[in-house]
């Protein structure tokens, strides 16, 4: 099992309750990515009814760090609703990413502005 998937899917599923209500577009696109990355539908059913504690995420690589934010910010607004709960989990999850907390609201201000590359690439910038 994939661990890097395992640690993201938890994130996210985690993210999607923070708000209290787990949105069926949060859930497509959840399991959705497992599909994509071969993760068992089983092991996310489980994880969606047992969310483990978030570990460390230093380890990762630079590619990694931004994936996982990326998918945060894109599974927050996926149900068009942005909750002040939503925004402080990101934030929480950007932080131990090693990114500066304000990334996620550069993010949501120039999501549609800059083309995915132009963000990734000022997130490195400016964020880390």
């Known amino acids: 099992m994939d661990i890097v998937t395992k ?13 209290k209500h787990f949105a069926s577009v949060e859930r497509e696109m959840i399991f959705k990515i497992a599909k994509d990355r071969n993760f068992p539908e089983e092991a996310v059913s489980a994880l969606i009814r047992s969310p483990e504690p ?3 995420l230093g380890a ?4 990694q760090k931004y994936d996982y934010l990326w998918a945060c910010f894109s599974l927050m607004l996926a ?4 909750f002040e ?6 934030k929480n999850i950007a932080i131990k990413l090693g990114f500066k907390k304000n ?4 993010l949501v201000e120039n999501n549609g502005r800059l ?4 963000l990734k690439v000022a997130c490195f910038r ?3």
């Not at 640690?7 to 708000?19: M, R, S, T, V």
């Not at 990762?60 to 590619?63: E, M, T």
């Not at 149900?79 to 942005?82: E, G, L, M, N, W």
């Open 7 to 19: 640690k993201q899917l938890n994130i996210l599923i985690q993210l999607a309750e923070a708000d």
């Open 54 to 56: 978030i570990d460390s």
């Open 60 to 63: 990762l690589s630079q590619d």
């Open 79 to 82: 149900d068009q609703k942005v």
């Open 85 to 90: 709960s939503e925004l402080i989990f990101c």
């Open 103 to 106: 990334v996620v609201d550069y």
């Open 115 to 118: 083309s995915p590359e132009e």
């Open 126 to 128: 400016n964020y880390m």
